[in-house]
């Protein structure tokens, strides 16, 4: 049976497994082999638990990965704002309850398999593309563990892997389901349409008391006075810290001293050249060129265009020949070089523009080298900084103590909501990058030491939570404006809605798509080029492209336009097949059905043994290990 559920897990399906399988050496287990029990588990599934060591793990390298991918450092709490923590323990849970089914089956591998594996792992390749025992090393040592706690992961990878791969490696998708899918993607259709002019034919009336009254009770939720929280907020940046650094003229002096050609600009020339096959074929240009004949025409004799010959605005440094650089830098404007026998050519030179160099001397450049010097050194305060408020933290200071203590920046904030505003609208926190510092606040409560929040450009921040106003029930003499403007819009929607029925009624009954269009206040009808269900013709909406391919041809219809201020009203007019599939084609979309059935079943198969198996998720410590909010358990 092994060897069945080996040979299952090769091919198409092992990339549809990509999702839930990623990190193929991966977090989950490590903790058993190398560090012991943890302080506490985020989850239990059936009798397995999820330890916050695997979860910080797994969570870490996703935030590695897409820093990478971004080209940019994620912080933790960007990370956990886009949801990237769910995900982490969905995946976590989604191991282990494969993993005890595996066990339940005794599903196993052999060490010969797992060898095996190991050899044809492009990740362990070296140059000759054959298994290398330093790339293998390499990559268990970026991870951190040993070879034997290497070995365990990978095996219980495989496993889960080699189970996964079975439930779907035998999925087959039915001819009539491609022609389907052939018909959905490629069938097209086009249509005649207007738009109504909403403002011209649809007036809508002042609302009375009782309108105003019945909107507000309908939309309740849309007149809600957001969530405030008083905070305590302490801020530590290299900018503030720079700010209190003074650099004497003897510092900066003595790092000018060090990095004066820092400050200077080479001499730059413009270059030109032009090579030749060997240096008889240059003599003779060179005295052709000495005759009376130009650089240019030259140039032009050889085969070689104005852009071929000229090098540009460069510094001596920046040509690589240095035989060639010597003879550029010591010719005189205009002049053209003899022969120069480069690494590549035989050439000759031209200079057509000469800019010295320019020195700047220490009085030019004093205040740029102190703000340097300066920021070099609030860096270099930063992490004394960050420990000292740690230990204080740990001390039971709060966090106002310590701001005046170490003569930090404090912000006491009356209020705020989720968006950084006062009830007033204004800025409520004036610091960079407000959003990470507001998901940590929102996402605790009263009397939590949260964890250091890191911001952009070297600013770090804590926040304590000092009181929190609920949302409330704005009343609706506040808000009395809104609500107003809420029912016209509406209102105007319903009125032109209807308008657009009955229009549609009298197409359908015959009249003529023009006329209709004239008593719509509309200038003309247009004809869209073919189009299918996922392109968006001009003048149509993605409702309207959907609502067509719901009729037959010679049916009308509406919908919404694509700002949502009047309804295009439209007749279909042709309906053109999809075309017959190539075989390739056929191939394709057959590949494609496939990967989602067997996404979909290992989501349902992973969800079935979750119910089967009991999930509980432990919210106080998922909450202390990211420092999310608090919450009741999840079963």
Do not use: C
Not at 63 to 69: A, L, R, T, V, Y
Not at 343 to 360: E, G, I, K, M, N
Request: no cysteine.
């Amino acid at each position: 049976m092994l060897e069945a559920l080996r040979r299952g897990s090769t091919g198409w399906v092992a990339k549809v497994l990509f999702a839930l399988l990623v990190f193929s050496f991966a977090i989950w287990g490590v903790a058993d082999v190398f560090t012991g029990w943890g302080r506490g588990a985020i989850a239990k599934v059936g009798s397995q638990e999820i330890r916050a060591e695997d979860f910080q793990r797994t969570f870490q390298n996703e935030i590695n990965m897409i820093s990478q991918q971004a080209g940019q450092r994620i912080s933790p709490e960007q990370a956990r704002a886009a949801g990237l923590d769910e995900r982490v323990v969905s995946r976590l849970i989604a191991w282990s309850a494969v993993e005890q089914h595996a066990d339940k089956l005794n599903l196993a591998l052999s060490d010969e398999a797992l060898a095996e594996g190991l050899q044809s792992d492009e990740a362990f390749a070296g140059p000759d593309g054959k298994f290398n025992r330093f790339a293998f090393e390499n990559v268990i040592n970026r991870l951190g563990v040993s070879e034997r706690g290497f070995l365990h992961l990978r095996r219980r990878d495989e496993v889960r892997e080699q189970l996964t791969s079975a439930l779907v490696n035998g999925i087959a998708v039915p001819p009539a389901m491609i022609e389907l899918m052939n018909t959905w993607r490629n069938e097209t259709r086009t249509v005649d349409y207007f738009a109504i002019n909403a403002d011209k034919m649809v007036k809508v009336p002042e609302p009375d008391e009782a309108q105003l009254k019945a909107t507000y009770e309908a939309n309740l939720s849309s007149f809600m006075a957001p969530e405030y929280r008083k905070l305590s907020v302490l801020v530590l940046s290299v900018d503030e810290l720079k700010k209190a650094i003074e650099i004497s003229d003897a510092d900066a002096q003595e790092r000018y001293e060090h990095t004066k050609t820092d400050y200077d600009t080479p001499e730059r020339r413009r270059v030109q050249q032009i090579a030749f096959k060997d240096r008889a074929a240059a003599e003779e240009a060179k005295k052709a060129i000495d005759g009376g004949k130009s650089f240019g025409d030259v140039a032009k004799e050889s085969g070689a265009q104005d852009s071929d010959i000229d090098l540009g605005l460069i510094s001596k440094d920046r040509l690589i020949d240095k035989k060639i650089a010597d003879a550029a830098f010591a010719l005189e404007k205009d002049k053209v070089s003899d022969p120069v026998e480069g690494r590549f050519a035989t050439v000759l030179l031209r200079v057509s523009d000469v800019q010295p160099a320019v020195t700047r001397n220490f009085a030019d450049v004093k205040d740029d080298v102190k703000q340097k010097l300066a920021r070099e050194r609030a860096e270099s305060e930063l992490q004394t900084h960050l420990d000292q408020v740690e230990d204080q933290r740990s001390g039971g200071k709060t966090l106002k103590e310590i701001a005046d203590e170490l003569k930090l920046q404090f912000y006491d904030v009356p209020e705020t909501d989720r968006n950084n505003r006062d009830s007033a609208g204004k800025t409520a926190i004036p610091v960079t990058d407000a959003s990470a510092l507001l998901t940590t606040a929102f996402g605790s409560g009263l009397g939590i030491e949260n964890e250091m929040v890191e911001l952009s450009n070297g600013t770090y921040a804590w926040v304590d939570v000092a009181d929190t106003t609920p949302q409330k029930q704005k009343p609706l003499d506040d808000v009395k404006d809104q609500v107003k403007a809420l029912f016209m819009t509406q209102e105007r929607a319903r009125l032109v809605a209807d308008f657009a029925d009955k229009l549609v009624e009298r197409a359908n009954n015959g009249e003529a798509m023009s006329r209709l269009a004239t008593e719509a206040g509309a200038q003309r009808v247009s004809e869209t080029p073919p189009f299918n269900r996922t392109t968006e013709p001009q003048g149509m909406s993605k409702a309207a492209v959907a609502r067509a391919f719901t009729l037959p041809k010679g049916q009308a219809g509406s919908a919404p336009d694509t700002n949502d201020k009047t309804r295009i009203v439209f007749k279909v007019t042709t309906v053109n097949p999809a075309p017959a599939l190539s075989e390739t084609e056929r191939v394709a979309i057959g590949t494609d059905l496939r990967n989602e059935i067997a996404d979909e079943t290992l989501g349902e198969y992973v969800m079935a043994l979750q119910r089967q198996l009991g999930t509980h998720i432990f919210q106080d410590e998922l909450r202390r290990v990211t420092g999310a909010a608090t919450g009741e358990d999840v079963q």
